[in-house]
């Protein structure tokens, strides 16, 4: 490649107009009154936003298929064009949100992607390999747990059958759910560099009808993120070099008590689960404490059944998330979690368990020779949220890029990214897929 046409390369930057244009379109699908979004997994929220980014892929002729999961993948051969396909370079993230997520959670790796692969088109660039976007179902884990559940199947973290029979708390099945929204593709779900052809399932109306592409070996995987803490903004940089991913484990905890009314029986006669949930709650915060400033835990999900201010309750149910980059304090927090939660009426299950991940250094190398080149201020880091590269990485070469977020919010309406940041973090992402094509 002459001197000439690397420096034209070496040029290129995003549309700015055209890609946070669409992030204020994808924006306005589930918006809430405080600038946040609704989009949980699976709802005709995330029906609607599924299809709008359908319909930009096909405005750019890529190849849309759906997979068993849900998942979207769109694909721009290599140029020039094999006569078969190529390996790919994945990127992307996720269009479901949190019950009042903001709006760049997700979305900004999808739309940033999309956004990559057109200024490729529009310049006519050459690259080797096959270019694919990808939206994974279900990333939040917030009405189908556990988290990152189509990445983790594409990876082989979960079977299919887990994964589709993971329901609801209205009992609702993800795999019905699937089809209720008329996206249970059938390109394997499975990441296999040998799946054979899995024509797309034509009874769902709303299924891209091109012809279902097999897996191909994935060359690497680029996620670009926004960092949800506030490390970059407090150190005033643009850029995130995403080296790994911390540990999560989440857990199910129901105490049981007798239900019976508010007034006659004395104290001393109720079997009431309420103290005990706050003896356990002081406890598990005091053990967390002791893991140092690294160690995270989350009650997020908390519920009394029956529910009614005169009756005492009868059971009390809560999530745990608990948080460490380290395995092995992880497990120590985990054992902890285990004895805190045992005794007579509590019953505590550990729903999901993913271990802290390391990135692949060449992958996390040409992230930052991308930002260099690009002159973004930018550090290394290890990620404290999940995301659906955590599972990718167990099949492919994998890194992650973070902008920073406004008071390291997310997971709130209030989420907010600046515009420059949202272009910086794109910008790097094309150059990246650029050092790798
Ligand atoms: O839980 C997480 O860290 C991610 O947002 N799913
Ligand atoms: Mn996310
Ligand atoms: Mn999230």
Redesign the pocket.
Known sequence: MGGAYREFIAMITVNATRLLGRMQTMAEIGALPNGGVRRLALTDEDKLARELFIRWCRELNLEVTVDEMGSIFARKRARPRGDSLQPVLLTGSHLDS?PSGGRF?GVLGVLAALEAVEVLIENNINHAYDIEIVSWTN???ARFAP??IASGVFAGAFTLEYALDRTDASGTRLGDALKCIGFAGSRSAVYRTDSPESPESPESPSLPSSPSLPSSPVKAYIELHIE?GPILEQAGESIGIVGGVQG?RWYDVTIHGKETHAGPSPMAMRNDPVPVLGALISRLYTMAAGFGDDARITIGELSVQPGSRNTVPGTVQFSV?I?HPLADTLQAMHEQVLEICAGDGIGCTEIWHSPPVHFDAGCVDAVEAAARQLNYAHRRMVS????DAVYVSRVAPTAMIFIPCRDGI??NEAEFARDEHVIAGANVLLATLLKLK
């Open positions: 949190q959670d990333e939040e884990g988290a990152m949800q999560i998330d948080r404290g949220a999940g995301h997310s997971h």
